[in-house]
């Protein structure tokens, strides 16, 4: 059918709301609750408020659905003060305090305050901060308490900032059926958080992170730390950045989603003062190496199926705290960064003769749950912790503004060879997928004995939350399946469990679309993002020159002059891990 | 006039014999003989209209629901009423419970309904007891259960008690705190006859709206539809509190004015010693402030200028503290607001921080001046009428007392 | 009665959770968070779901009452019965501002309309309600309840 915005015809079909179709037109419509991956919207905000012909008063649009004959105007005297009211009433508790704020200028409350050009202290503040644990008794004259929760290793929530949208609440309920957080309270003592106040207690995805409009929850900020080890000169900082960041890396200074920004990334790092940058991409292939040796194990002696990916730090946990059953079902490979971070502190610094005491050893990632997974206990294989700071590529921006860098402007940089070559294999990781076809290229060699003509398995890629196929392999019939977002996930255990469903592999990554939907990744995202990155990945794959992981020089080389097989006992001691029944454990 | 009045002084609450012997239950006994359909057009009929506030009409609601195709449908009677200066279904299930409970299962008949709720107000103990021990009575008589009087129709009946949020007296934060969710209010469409109950058809009437059942029942909706102006008929309890001589529940025929109500000595017999009128506020804490020149308008539902919600009708006189009473609004519409929205929930705090300024004569200038965008707000871009029901007291006041709030 | 045998009472449905809290709010006073767990794990819900429920209505609370709670209608018919006056005669009695929360032993409070309009005003210290309260009266009230 056909409505009018604002006097000019557009097409539309029956079921659509009028943000949908404004959205798909370029018509500017404001909003602070609604969010592509949160639908359909619940209408709190009142941001997207619009007139129309066929309602007296304002009408919400991203709840309202067409109908014919319909007339929406979109910047009408009545919108544009209720945009202001509402925003002047928000802005209260935020008044005076970007310039020292996380999110200054990449916030979506500030964006429209500045846009309405609002009075900023027409209202009083209203949330008190509380000192300490105590005072959550006290709430003094009805003022809203505020509650600052520092005690997640990579979540960061200060409810001083909170403009209660509940995208917190509905994406970790909805897409990661945690549902760590609630609605709490009533009238103006409103506030999202977790119950009784007790500190968060999830599975770190950081999809929260990801839809927060204003700092109310961020990913843990580790920068400072990161910035000492640069300024100390004792301390040798080893940098490694995983596949997916380079991809969503210029995002945060202005370039389209999906450009490959490897050589800014490196270069920007060294432009900080890194003495070293390697490819995570390199322990991605190592795992590869290792899971599809670990596979082929299981498939010919019976052992556990179907075998799990387990390079998701938020899908382990996951599996630990919610179906500890399973815990078998998962390999034993540690992931890519961990993996790097057991070689560089072992092998790497022995070749160098660096003592791993003085290396500092970082890693660039997507993830919040990064952050968890280098201080979990197992991961000391160097025999203290393998990587000791873990900065999502937010972090990383921020720190690149602070220091008035622009990495565009850089000089393209490289990684340092020694554990910097990539393979395209390691590459596809950033993406849903990606793990497993980069598993199935070099298992299908292993086990065939002969060369692939062709490399690709699109059969396992795609944008859908669970995808199966049958690998044949020689007279193997590998039955695989992709899954993305937990709730994905959970169908899938469901499924296996009732006998539903029958896997011998399967990849499971908690975030949309897997890393390049990471927590940590810049923000605004949306399916359509997320689109654009995972193409950059695909091309990028398919430009390079070695595509499969056990090609990688430096791989091999490795494995030749320190960890011997794949599966063998040094590869054991540095490369795997083991797993912990975490049900009703906090 | 009486018909939810009716017999109260001849009935014992917690012995149904009492209420059978006035004429109690013989509607029921007269609905299970016709079709549903049938029962649902005598109420269209009727003219009845909701009694908690909304005034829509009741048998136009009846037949939405009665003409779906349902595995499953509800009734539900709204005793929530935390509406201030409101009390009259807590003394309508105080001295006659078994009116509702027939009333609610008429209710459920006609709409196919086999589970029913009475929703009552978390405050109160006595009523739900009361209520309780009426429902016992009824069970063991046939008249709710399984085959009510020897026919094959089910209705059950479950007391669900509020747990204190004015706001669940809406009919989907209703719902919703019955299914254990927070009573905050639903996107309306769908609304509750075709969606409402665990997704089920469902029909909330205030408990009063049902006790105007039985009656119907029994001597026809001609006679009930001329009672009373032909687009708003029957009775209504109306409440009359504040500087009123004679304060409390009056049932009086839908049509009289509210200058009857408050002067007449059968009624409201006029000021107290030594008070002159200054005006009414109509309806409860979300109601218009009426004028003495307004006095002579018809007390209806439907389209109207003074809108009388659930009743209630607060007389307020000159010497009282317009400041004391704008607090009071204030404060409950921020205590009670559900907090979904960002223009009711900054909204009404910032109208009770305004209130309390202004009560300690602390109001500055740059406060009064916001009044006005924050009273906009609630009346034009909230989630629910919460907003715009927190706006109505202080605009008419704003509007026709700005001196004696202001001063100057 | 122990949390468990209350939850036995009731049959894990959703139009009983809200029904189960009050019962536990009736019998400890509060809803603890040891008790919350129990009660998500009944109905197979998570605790944070349960505890926004549980936060949201004025008759359960989700802390314990360390200190006696006068609250007063602030409703229109009470209003116009002198129930302000009878908060500022509290005040002045108690030494204590209305809504603050600085009184280690007592809070002042306003509270919605409890359908008792035709008794007001209406007074409730903790759970007892008190009718037709004077300002001439609440100061005994007040200092035989504390």
Redesign the interface.
């Known amino acids: 059918m056909q409505i009018k915005i604002n006097n000019k015809p557009y097409n539309c079909e029956s079921g659509e709301t009028i943000f949908s179709i404004c959205k798909r037109n370029g018509i500017r419509l404001p909003t602070l609750c609604a969010h592509p991956d949160l639908l359909p919207s619940e209408g709190v905000c009142r941001m997207c408020l619009v007139e129309t012909n066929q309602s007296k008063g304002l009408v919400p649009s991203c709840v309202q659905k067409v109908s014919e004959g319909l007339e929406v105007r979109t910047e009408t005297e009545n919108v544009n003060k209720a945009r202001k009211i509402n925003l002047e009433l928000l802005w209260a508790d935020h008044a005076g305090k970007c310039a020292a704020c996380l999110r200054n200028g990449r916030c979506e409350l500030q964006k429209l305050a500045k846009e309405y050009d609002i009075d900023g202290f027409k209202f009083v503040p209203r949330r008190k901060e509380l000192k300490s644990e105590n005072e959550l008794d006290l709430l003094k004259d009805n003022w809203s308490h505020v509650v600052a929760d520092e005690k997640n290793p990579c979540i960061a929530r200060d409810s001083q900032y909170c403009i209660e949208c509940r995208r917190c609440v509905r994406i970790c309920r909805e897409m990661q059926t945690v549902e760590a957080y609630g609605t709490n309270y009533r009238s103006s003592n409103t506030n999202v958080g977790t119950p009784y106040e007790i500190p968060l207690d999830c599975i770190f995805c950081g999809q929260c992170s990801a839809v927060c409009p204003t700092a109310a929850i961020t990913e843990k900020d580790e920068i400072e730390k990161f910035e000492k080890a640069l300024a100390d000169p004792q301390k040798m900082v080893i940098v490694q950045t995983a596949p997916s960041v380079r991809f969503t890396f210029l995002e945060e200074f202005g370039m389209p989603p999906g450009t490959f920004g490897e050589k800014k990334l490196v270069a920007a790092l060294k432009a900080l003062g890194a003495n070293k940058v390697f490819d995570t991409i390199l322990g991605a292939d190592l795992t590869i190496v290792e899971e599809a040796a670990e596979l082929i194990k299981r498939v010919k002696n019976k052992g556990v199926l179907p075998m799990f990916t387990s390079c998701c730090p938020s899908w382990v946990v996951y599996v630990e705290k919610y179906y500890p059953e399973f815990i078998p079902n998962l390999s034993s490979c540690k992931s890519p960064q961990q993996m790097m971070g057991a070689l560089i502190k072992t092998h790497y610094a022995k070749k160098e003769k660096f003592d791993p005491k003085n290396i500092v050893s970082v890693s660039i990632m997507p993830c919040t749950s990064k952050k968890y997974e280098a201080a979990r206990s197992e991961m000391k294989a160097s025999g203290r912790q393998d990587v000791d700071i873990v900065l999502t590529i937010r972090e990383l921006a921020r720190l690149i503004r602070k220091k008035k860098i622009d990495p565009i402007k850089l000089e393209d940089g490289k990684f340092d060879p020694a554990l910097g070559i990539s393979t395209g294999a390691g590459m596809l990781f950033g993406s849903s997928g990606g793990v497993m076809e980069a598993a199935l290229r070099t298992a299908a060699e292993k086990i065939t004995g002969e060369e692939l003509g062709r490399v690709d398995f699109e059969v396992v890629r795609g944008e859908e939350g669970i995808r199966c196929a049958e690998i044949e392999i020689n007279d193997l019939k590998l039955r695989v399946a992709v899954v993305h977002e937990i709730r994905n996930a959970k169908k899938m255990l469901e499924d296996l469990k009732s006998g539903k469903a029958q896997y011998d592999f399967v990849e499971v990554m908690a975030c949309p679309n897997g890393c390049i939907g990471g927590g940590g990744q810049p923000v605004p995202t949306s399916p359509e993002i997320r689109s654009a990155r995972i193409k950059g990945v695909i091309v990028r794959d398919k430009g390079m020159s070695i595509r499969k992981s056990h090609e990688n020089p430096v791989l091999k080389k490795i494995y030749k002059e320190f960890l011997g097989k794949p599966g063998g006992d040094k590869a054991e001691e540095l490369l795997h891990t083991k797993y912990t029944n975490r049900k009703n454990i906090s | 006039m009486e018909i939810v009045t009716k017999n109260w002084e001849k009935i014992n609450p917690l012995d149904i014999n009492t209420y059978i012997r006035s004429g109690g239950y013989e509607a029921l006994r007269k609905v299970i003989r016709e079709t549903p359909l049938k029962v649902v057009s005598e109420i269209k009929r009727s003219g009845l209209r909701g009694r908690g506030g909304g005034g829509f009409p009741t048998g136009e609601k009846w037949e939405i629901t009665a003409k779906i195709e349902a595995d499953e449908k509800f009734i539900i009677c709204n005793l929530d009423?935390?509406?201030?200066?409101?009390?009259k279904d807590?003394i309508i299930a105080e001295k006659n419970p078994h009116q509702i409970i027939e009333g609610l299962l008429i209710g459920a008949y006609a709409i196919g309904a086999k589970r029913a709720f009475i929703y009552i107000?978390?405050?109160?103990k006595k009523p739900a007891e009361i209520l309780k021990i009426a429902l016992e009575q009824a069970r063991e008589k046939e008249f709710v259960g399984r085959g009510i009087m020897g026919s094959s129709i089910d209705v059950e009946i479950e007391i669900?008690?509020?747990?204190?949020?004015?706001i669940c007296g809406e009919e989907n934060a209703l719902i919703n705190?019955?299914?254990?969710?927070?009573?905050e209010p639903r996107?309306k469409p769908p609304h509750p006859p075709v969606s409402g109950l665990?997704g089920k058809p469902t029909i909330v009437n205030n408990a009063e709206t049902l006790a105007n059942v039985p009656y119907i029942i029994k001597r026809g909706a001609d006679v009930y539809s001329k009672i009373g102006p032909s687009l708003s008929p029957g009775t209504k309890l109306f409440?009359l509190?504040?500087?009123v001589k004679n304060?409390?529940?009056f049932e009086v025929p839908l049509g009289t004015t509210a200058e009857d109500l408050i002067f007449n000595s059968l009624y409201g017999g006029g000021m107290e010693d030594g008070k002159e009128f200054w005006f009414a506020?109509i309806g409860?804490?979300s109601g218009r402030l009426m004028p003495r020149g307004k006095l002579d308008q018809l007390l209806i539902y439907g389209p109207s200028e003074y809108p009388i919600g659930a009743g209630?009708i607060?007389?307020?006189d000159k010497m009282?503290?317009i400041k004391?009473?704008l607090?009071?609004?204030a404060?409950?519409f921020?205590?009670?607001?559900?907090?979904?929205?960002?223009?009711c929930?900054?909204?009404?705090?910032?109208l009770?921080?305004i209130a309390k300024w202004l009560k300690n004569n602390d109001l500055k200038e740059r406060d009064r001046e916001?009044i006005e965008?924050?009273l906009?707000?609630l009346s034009?871009?909230?989630?629910c009428p919460l907003g715009n029901f927190a706006a109505v007291a202080w605009s008419d006041a704003i509007s026709m007392f700005s001196e004696e709030i202001f001063g100057k | 009665m122990s949390i468990q045998k209350i939850l036995l009472e009731f049959e894990p449905k959703l139009e009983n959770l809200l029904r189960v809290l009050k019962e536990i709010n009736k019998q400890e006073k509060y809803i603890s968070e040891s008790d919350c767990l129990k009660v998500a794990g009944y109905f197979s819900l998570p605790l944070a779901r349960v505890f926004s429920l549980a936060s949201f209505f004025d008759l359960m609370n989700t802390r314990p009452v360390k200190k006696k709670i006068i609250r007063v209608c602030s409703g229109g018919p009470c209003t116009m019965k002198r129930s302000f006056e009878i908060i500022r005669q509290i005040e002045m009695l108690l030494k204590i501002e209305m809504g603050n929360d600085s009184h280690p032993k007592v809070k002042l409070e306003t509270m919605s309309c409890l359908g008792l309009c035709d008794q007001g005003p209406v007074m409730m210290i903790d759970e007892q309600v008190f009718e037709k309260v004077r300002p001439e009266t609440v100061d005994d009230i007040i200092l035989d309840y504390l």
């Open positions: 009423e935390s509406e201030p200066g409101v009390y807590r107000n978390g405050h109160y669900f008690s509020g747990a204190g949020a004015y705190s019955i299914e254990g969710k927070r009573g996107l665990f409440l509190e504040g500087a304060k409390g529940i506020q409860g804490a209630s607060l007389v307020v009282a503290d004391d009473l607090f009071s609004w404060d409950f921020h205590r009670e607001s559900c907090g979904k929205c960002v223009p929930r900054e909204g009404t705090y910032r009770w921080e916001n965008d924050i906009w707000t034009n871009t909230t989630f």
